[in-house]
């Protein structure tokens, strides 16, 4: 089952997704147990023969041309089928599964991370999962180190992101629509509230995850990231946060869904009033379809959301 197409072949197709899944021809190279120079070679005589530069080289590395990108969707579905005969008809076992997702600070995107991994029949399998900042989500799925991204959009920052999604041909694909709320310690003076007003926070140190570089209030991944706070505290990671948010009592404004087997019984959440709202999705790049595994973890993450209460808005068969 070796032959493609000419001499186009599986390792070949394999090479290349390798290299997009490591993010370096030296890491592919490491994982493939075979030398650098070889596997460039092999990469650029694929090159020669479809006449396109799957890759874009620069003294920054190896990125994916838009060609590359269109390509990559092509290989990854031949690659799975013909493993899928294999398995079916030379009881050959399935290669390691590979996933990477990026999103922003949400327990429900590591609940159904968790639960993919818990349901995959796999012997192996090598899956990342970056909890990261807004711009980098952006350029993860952008270079296809991710094969999704999980971010929100609301009245304040849609033109702007949408904008940069558009130009880098990405898709933002809504998954549901939630109210604020505040995540504070359960010990919090405010925590027995059904609702707090945005003045009762005023004297309490405000958490956000902090952006690096592209510290934009677009980016924020907090809503009213332009309201002036007396106390403020950067952080980047949720862990840290939460402990902050223990220990002096803060709070940070999140989407509300909490995860007591991910997070505790230290955390509690209360509803913000507010007339804004976040509007939850996940982007995709335009130029390659999602893997197998990439689209169970999307069918994971709306069964963990209508878990919630959360109605589930599709949207993947809209123009």
Do not use: W
């Given at each position: 089952?070796?032959?493609?197409?000419?001499?186009?072949?599986?390792?070949?197709?394999?090479?290349?997704?390798?290299?997009v899944n490591c993010g370096s021809v030296s890491e592919a190279a490491k994982q493939l147990y075979i030398s650098q120079p070889s596997l460039s070679s092999a990469v650029k005589d694929l090159e020669k023969e479809i006449g396109v530069d799957i890759f874009l080289r620069s003294s920054k590395g190896t990125t994916l041309s838009n060609d590359g990108a269109e390509f990559l969707s092509y290989a990854r579905q031949v690659v799975e089928q013909a493993e899928l005969l294999e398995h079916r008809y030379m009881n050959k076992?399935?290669?390691?599964?590979?996933?990477?997702?990026?999103?922003?600070?949400?327990?429900?995107?590591?609940?159904?991370?968790?639960?993919?991994?818990?349901?995959?029949?796999?012997?192996?399998?090598?899956?990342?999962l970056r909890e990261t900042r807004t711009y980098e989500?952006?350029?993860?799925?952008?270079?296809?180190?991710?094969?999704?991204?999980i971010l929100y959009l609301n009245d304040f920052n849609q033109k702007v992101i949408e904008k940069i999604l558009k130009e880098n041909d990405l898709r933002f694909q809504l998954l549901f629509v939630a109210e604020p709320h505040v995540f504070i310690s359960s010990?919090?003076?405010?925590?027995?509230?059904?609702?707090?007003?945005?003045?009762?926070?005023?004297?309490?140190?405000?958490?956000?995850?902090?952006?690096?570089?592209?510290?934009?209030?677009?980016?924020?991944?907090?809503?009213?990231?332009?309201?002036?706070q007396k106390k403020k505290i950067r952080v980047s990671d949720r862990a840290t946060l939460f402990n902050l948010l223990i220990g002096l009592n803060g709070y940070t404004i999140s989407s509300g869904v909490l995860n007591k087997d991910l997070?505790?019984?230290?955390?509690?959440?209360?509803?913000?009033r507010t007339?804004?709202?976040?509007?939850?999705?996940?982007?995709?790049?335009?130029?390659?379809?999602?893997?197998?595994?990439?689209?169970?973890?999307?069918?994971?993450?709306?069964?963990?959301?209508a878990d919630f209460g959360y109605p589930i808005i599709n949207q993947e068969d809209e123009p």
């Amino acid at each position: 089952m070796e032959a493609v197409t000419g001499k186009m072949t599986l390792q070949q197709l394999k090479y290349i997704l390798t290299i997009v899944n490591c993010g370096s021809v030296s890491e592919a190279a490491k994982q493939l147990y075979i030398s650098q120079p070889s596997l460039s070679s092999a990469v650029k005589d694929l090159e020669k023969e479809i006449g396109v530069d799957i890759f874009l080289r620069s003294s920054k590395g190896t990125t994916l041309s838009n060609d590359g990108a269109e390509f990559l969707s092509y290989a990854r579905q031949v690659v799975e089928q013909a493993e899928l005969l294999e398995h079916r008809y030379m009881n050959k076992q399935p290669s390691k599964k590979l996933c990477s997702i990026s999103t922003q600070h949400y327990a429900f995107a590591v609940q159904a991370f968790v639960s993919l991994l818990k349901d995959l029949n796999a012997n192996e399998y090598e899956c990342t999962l970056r909890e990261t900042r807004t711009y980098e989500i952006i350029e993860d799925v952008r270079h296809m180190r991710s094969e999704l991204g999980i971010l929100y959009l609301n009245d304040f920052n849609q033109k702007v992101i949408e904008k940069i999604l558009k130009e880098n041909d990405l898709r933002f694909q809504l998954l549901f629509v939630a109210e604020p709320h505040v995540f504070i310690s359960s010990s919090h003076p405010l925590a027995e509230r059904t609702i707090v007003e945005v003045e009762d926070l005023d004297e309490y140190p405000c958490l956000a995850f902090e952006q690096g570089e592209y510290n934009s209030f677009y980016f924020s991944e907090e809503i009213l990231s332009t309201r002036t706070q007396k106390k403020k505290i950067r952080v980047s990671d949720r862990a840290t946060l939460f402990n902050l948010l223990i220990g002096l009592n803060g709070y940070t404004i999140s989407s509300g869904v909490l995860n007591k087997d991910l997070n505790g019984d230290q955390i509690t959440s209360v509803r913000l009033r507010t007339n804004d709202n976040m509007r939850i999705g996940y982007i995709t790049n335009d130029n390659v379809n999602l893997s197998l595994l990439a689209s169970e973890y999307v069918i994971k993450l709306k069964s963990v959301i209508a878990d919630f209460g959360y109605p589930i808005i599709n949207q993947e068969d809209e123009p």
